[in-house]
């Protein structure tokens, strides 16, 4: 099926690609779309719904997004209350009510945060300018070619179209290699799948592999199923993520102007903050916002070296010391614990057979002798954690490496860019009309999966795309829901008819 764009007397203006329509994509395309006087813009996401992508479609309440609404506005300068509000007028869903009071400091649930994302890149497009053309390519692309001073892209159904300039808004990648090779219904490799956790409820033990905020996800979802089993958790390091909590602010300790440039000199500074702030009867939690606003300088300054050895020692520390979980969704996991259900500790995996029940080999860390432990089912709690586009199975990643159009990142974490997000060649050329945002950066920016960090790049990387293009940013963007909700997301129609379109092959 192809969907023929409208035509306009005016003229389109350049044609852009983003690859990938999770937040990342969604953000930048709200960007565009709010600023570019005439825009060609192609969004290529296979899900019905520009703005959720993997993190943002479950159907679940109790996955919550682990941080309040007050947060995560799209609009932080202009309109930080802006999702709160939203919130409080177009909130409800299903089994999900927005509460009583001030929204701000509510975590709400991860699809309604998904459906505020996919209705404000509904009325980025419903109102922009009459010259812009936006269109939803409901399929992968599998490959990218340069073609003169432009893009040909291919789709998956074969389907090729040429663009001048190409964002790669790809996301995060499931893991290739499963955690155990066995074929049985009782090892759930994909916990997201619908329906897949029903089975499990009358488990006496589940083994959860991971514990980060997916497993949070899993303790949360079984007991509101009414599981009351045990829960036995590993990981490789027995780091456990904790709720986030509010403290009292305490003062800025690093001099951006004299930032550490090791990993140990900085561990070192913020262990003897903590020595301080627990003398003054504070929480550690305060000290995480004064890292992370000079985490990009941190990043960037630092030699390769000192970033893998951060990578090595102290990912695993800094990422469960950063991403705390919703405080509802850890109350789950606090009252299985309680009650004697719940337990976690460093061990890795070695070997799962099948039987009677699943008898899982382990290997706790530190030790030489497997342990043994009878299991009634296991959840594959690690995520889409692949960041290591080497190891990564789609066919567009395959492509672009083996093209040289990209060339991974030297510390194994997404591709080799600018800090402005100009994806590097194989033979070291930047290439200003290949751009990246998001997860593919994190090797550069580090904290390039995060949303206060994506918003940042969306603002800065929209800017840029209109410079280069000789394009004034002349709207500022209004905040208006568009009306009626439902009818705009259920019927795709609609939108197109307001120059939208949504297609299964090429554009036009």
Not at 115 to 136: G, I
Request: glycine share 8%; with cysteine.
């Amino acid at each position: 099926m192809t969907y023929a764009l409208p035509i306009n007397a005016a003229p389109r203006g350049p044609h852009i690609l983003i690859i990938g329509g999770g937040f990342a994509g969604a953000a930048l395309a709200i960007r565009l779309l709010e600023k570019a006087p005439h825009l060609q813009l192609t969004i290529a996401e296979p899900r019905a719904e520009i703005g959720r992508g993997v993190a943002y479609d479950s159907h679940d309440s109790v996955h919550l997004v682990n941080g309040p609404a007050g947060h995560f506005s799209l609009y932080p300068d202009s309109a930080p209350d802006h999702l709160a509000e939203w919130v409080r007028a177009h909130g409800r869903d299903g089994d999900w009510t927005p509460p009583e009071g001030d929204l701000s400091e509510v975590f709400i649930p991860r699809r309604i945060f998904g459906t505020y994302v996919a209705q404000e890149f509904a009325r980025a497009a419903l109102t922009a300018r009459p010259d812009t053309e936006v269109t939803h390519l409901r399929s992968e692309i599998v490959a990218l070619r340069r073609r003169g001073a432009a893009f040909e892209a291919e789709t998956d159904s074969g389907a090729r179209f040429l663009v001048d300039r190409v964002v790669l808004a790809t996301g995060v990648f499931p893991f290739a290699a499963p955690a155990a090779p066995i074929d049985d219904p009782r090892y759930i490799r994909n916990p997201w799948q619908s329906g897949v956790l029903d089975p499990v409820v009358g488990a006496k033990d589940v083994l959860l592999i991971g514990a980060s905020l997916s497993m949070i996800d899993m303790v949360a979802s079984l007991e509101a199923r009414g599981l009351r089993g045990r829960y036995h958790a590993i990981s490789r390091r027995g780091h456990l993520i904790e709720p986030r909590r509010v403290p009292e602010p305490w003062p800025p300790f690093l001099d951006p102007e004299a930032l550490p440039r090791t990993a140990t000199a900085l561990l070192r500074a913020v262990n003897r903050e903590r020595k301080a702030l627990r003398a003054a009867g504070g929480d550690w939690q305060a000290l995480a916002p004064a890292v992370r606003e000079h985490i990009l300088p941190l990043w960037l300054n630092a030699p390769r070296a000192e970033r893998l050895r951060f990578i090595r020692h102290l990912r695993a520390l800094w990422d469960v010391t950063l991403h705390r979980a919703a405080p509802p969704s850890f109350a789950a996991l606090e009252r299985a614990r309680t009650e004697g259900r719940f337990s976690s500790r460093a061990a890795r995996l070695l070997d799962l057979s099948s039987g009677a029940r699943l008898t899982a080999h382990l290997r706790p860390r530190g030790g030489t002798t497997p342990e043994v432990l009878e299991v009634d089912a296991v959840i594959d709690c690690r995520g889409h954690q692949e960041h290591d586009w080497r190891r990564v199975e789609a066919p567009l990643v395959r492509q672009l490496l083996a093209s040289g159009l990209v060339r991974a990142h030297d510390t194994g974490f997404g591709i080799d860019a600018t800090p402005e997000g100009q994806v590097i060649a194989q033979d070291g050329r930047v290439q200003p009309d290949l751009l990246a945002i998001g997860h593919p950066l994190r090797g550069v920016a580090w904290e390039s999966s995060s949303i206060p960090e994506q918003r940042i790049q969306a603002a800065a990387l929209a800017e840029r795309i209109l410079a280069a293009n000789g394009l004034a940013a002349e709207i500022e963007p209004e905040l208006e829901t568009v009306e009626p909700r439902a009818a705009v997301l259920a019927e795709p129609a609609l939108v197109s008819a307001a120059r939208v379109g949504s297609c299964a092959g090429s554009p036009a």
